[in-house]
């Protein structure tokens, strides 16, 4: 996927707050890069903030005017023959441009194989995918903190993706922070994935 350079917007966005489904606060104010918009804090706005509640992203969208993806291009977002959801949006923030989409479905096999005391759940997803602006160390760094722990792995070969993964949770949910950055070191996704029983509590 090509993803669009824009011009850097011209304000210093800090992370405020951090959603904590894994239960630890991040020990520190996120990275900005001068003259830019932290791409983790749109992440953690859109994304890590809301999931697995996809309706209050849906009213973002309509509330904001975000261009709905279609087509080809919104299938490309998930690998499960047939979600219950999957919506996607072009995301315009000051003068860049990110891509987000959401994806909801009953656990796949390979998730229930994995974990089987959460037969019957529900997988929600959402990504964001990023222009080549920020540097993958610094976006990388941005999402250890907001995750609040080492990850799990780091830089796992994918395709023409290096895959960083942060896990969590309880015995009702598993979170999983995913961090996918391009080889040639700039731009990538990052996404959050939410496993849960059926009837889980989450905050």
């Known amino acids: ?29 996120l990275q900005a890069a001068e003259e830019d918009t932290d791409p983790v804090f749109v992440f953690n706005r859109i994304c890590y903030a809301q999931v697995p509640k996809i309706d209050s992203i849906r009213s973002m969208a309509q509330r904001l005017a975000w261009k709905p993806i279609t087509g080809d291009d919104l299938n490309g977002f998930t690998t499960i023959e047939k979600p219950d959801v999957l919506e996607g949006w072009d995301v315009q923030v000051g003068v860049r ?40 160390e610094h976006f990388n760094a941005n999402m250890q903190i907001l995750a609040g722990k080492e990850p799990v792995t780091r830089n796992v070969p994918d395709g023409d993706l290096l895959t960083t993964t942060w896990a969590g949770g309880n015995a009702d949910l598993k979170v999983f922070l995913i961090s996918k950055a391009n080889s040639n070191g700039r731009g990538g996704l990052l996404n959050v994935t939410i496993l849960n029983k059926p009837g889980a509590v989450i905050q």
């Open 1 to 29: 996927m090509t993803f669009r350079t824009l011009i850097a917007l011209n304000t210093r966005l800090l992370l405020v707050f951090a959603v904590l489904v894994l239960g630890i606060a991040p020990s520190a104010p």
């Open 97 to 136: 441009l990110f891509r987000v989409a959401i994806v909801q479905s009953k656990l796949t096999p390979k998730m229930l194989k994995t974990f089987p005391e959460l037969e019957g759940g529900t997988a929600t997803s959402c990504m964001l995918v990023l222009d080549e602006q920020n540097p993958t």
